[in-house]
């Protein structure tokens, strides 16, 4: 798969012309794994034939990156692409085998679970020890402090050593003191993750914030739907290297074909007599009856989809549906055969299924359609992507995903 540089509209940046806070030049990143796991071992063949018991592995491989001011990314990738790696190598606390990380400003990094604190230390104390790895003197820890505390909402184990914490109260403490010592550039691994739902949107919250002051936030987090909402761009990473750079919609479009590509392979792998992608998506086309062909949807409009589907072998029982989402990757509308109750004729060769939505009302903004071909037990054989797309006219009187007739008046209390 090659690297998809194009300008298009979409692939190219608002910040293009914004000076980069983080350039990464050639960046490589090598480590080296023993086979010798046990300290006989590595006492064996200490001295002799070494590097037999050893082998290199290049978690980075010649990564060139700009990452312009005010600007928020996202790196994406399957597990062990080099995800955390990049991360890490960008915030410092890795130095790159080859190449080199050109760094402006103060940058704060929440890349690890409780990275920064000492476990025998009380959260007061790794609060004041971690401020002062970011760079913030004793007087603006104690100024912020209170802050810290409110944000982090852990109360009086703030005094308690953090080796007693839960690994939510880590991640609630970490971010508290992260996004509290005034950081140009942050860097956010899938951490958040770890805190509950009330605590996780005051941390998005927090990072519109950061963004609206015009700050810097790289972020990895397996959330699709959050990474099409909050970046400007991402990168999609595979075996270390980039494959993809451009806009968030296309590159979560890139790491899910690279999703479906491996499913694959592992089941060619898994089972090589069977055939591992059986079904295809042979044609998809939406219409908007009343509206010409490209012309926007208005509420209140129906809308009909069609699918053609092959099969290379016989599917006696088989469902069929469709999954609409907005441009940030919400999903909008959802439904299939099991939902509707209907029972299809086998599938020999190919089978078009339409579905028919009325009285759609959706607010404004783009929309895509996923068309998907599945099992009777509801798994999955073959989805189409973006299969086809709309556009909702923008009355710009609501916001949304919704539409619906709204008033509004004053009472007199």
């Not at 509290?180 to 691994?189: E, F, K, M, Q, S």
């Not at 959050?226 to 919609?249: I, N, P, Y």
Request: charged share 25%; with cysteine; hydrophobic share 35%.
């Amino acid at each position: 798969m090659s690297i998809d540089n194009s300008l298009t509209q979409e692939t190219r940046s608002p910040f293009a012309d914004a000076p980069a806070v983080v350039t990464v030049k050639n960046v490589s990143k090598r480590f080296t794994i023993r086979k010798d796991n046990s300290l006989k071992e590595r006492v064996v063949t200490l001295g002799r034939a070494g590097r037999r018991h050893s082998e290199d592995f290049w978690a980075l491989k010649d990564i060139n990156l700009d990452i312009p001011a005010g600007t928020t990314i996202g790196l994406l990738g399957p597990n062990g692409s080099g995800k955390s790696t990049l991360l890490k190598t960008i915030g410092g606390i890795l130095e790159p085998t080859t190449g080199t990380v050109e760094r402006r400003g103060r940058l704060a990094a929440l890349i690890e679970l409780g990275a920064g604190f000492h476990p025998d230390l009380t959260g007061r104390e790794n609060v004041y020890l971690n401020a002062a790895i970011l760079g913030q003197t004793q007087e603006e820890t104690e100024e912020r402090f209170d802050d810290i505390l409110q944000f982090s909402g852990i109360g009086d184990f703030i005094d308690t050593q953090v080796k007693f914490y839960s690994s939510g109260m880590y991640v609630r403490l970490a971010f508290a003191v992260a996004i509290n010592t005034d950081p140009d550039v942050l860097l956010v691994d899938e951490v958040l993750a770890v805190g509950d739902e009330q605590f996780q949107k005051k941390c998005l919250d927090k990072i519109r914030e950061f963004q609206a002051q015009g700050r810097t936030i790289v972020l990895v987090s397996h959330s699709l739907g959050q990474v099409q909402e909050l970046c400007d761009s991402a990168v999609v990473l595979h075996h270390g290297e980039v494959k993809f750079q451009g806009s968030a919609r296309l590159a979560v479009k890139n790491f899910r074909e690279i999703l479906e590509g491996r499913r694959i392979a592992e089941a060619e792998a898994s089972h090589p007599e069977e055939d591992a992608n059986p079904g295809k998506v042979e044609h998809v086309e939406l219409e908007i009856p009343g509206r010409a062909p490209g012309e926007d949807h208005r509420p209140g409009d129906d809308i009909v989809v069609r699918a053609t589907f092959s099969h290379t072998t016989p599917l006696p029982e088989w469902r069929a549906g469709i999954k609409i989402e907005n441009q940030f990757g919400h999903p909008a509308f959802g439904v299939d055969s099991r939902q509707l109750e209907t029972k299809h004729d086998p599938l020999n060769g190919t089978a078009t299924v339409e579905w028919r939505l009325t009285d759609v009302r959706l607010g404004g903004g783009a929309y895509f359609v996923h068309v998907f071909l599945a099992k009777a037990t509801g798994e999955h054989i073959v989805i189409e992507r973006e299969a086809a797309r709309f556009t909702v006219v923008d009355e710009d009187r609501q916001s949304g995903i919704a539409w619906t007739r709204s008033t509004e008046r004053q009472v007199k209390g």
